[in-house]
């Protein structure tokens, strides 16, 4: 069914969305929009930045130190 629509279709379903709530409406709406995919990304790379650090942690030097060889 979405196969069928073409630009006329998709430029006539713009023009009806357009007058039926307002510039300002649909402006406003993409600001959103655009804020949640800010968050989105944001929290994509906090969560990765955090994994990093874990793995990091976990992958420390486990070199024994001075004192430590000195008590064996």
């Known amino acids: 069914m979405l196969n069928n629509i073409g630009l006329p279709g998709l430029l006539l ?8 709530f307002g510039r300002g409406k649909i402006s406003s709406l993409m600001g959103e929009v655009g804020k949640g995919i800010t968050a989105f990304k944001k929290g994509v790379s906090d969560g990765s930045k955090e994994i990093d650090d874990e793995q990091a942690e976990s992958a420390r030097d486990v070199t024994p130190s001075e004192t430590e060889k000195d008590k064996v």
Request: hydrophobic share 100%.
């Open 13 to 20: 379903i713009a023009v009806v969305v357009l007058v039926l």
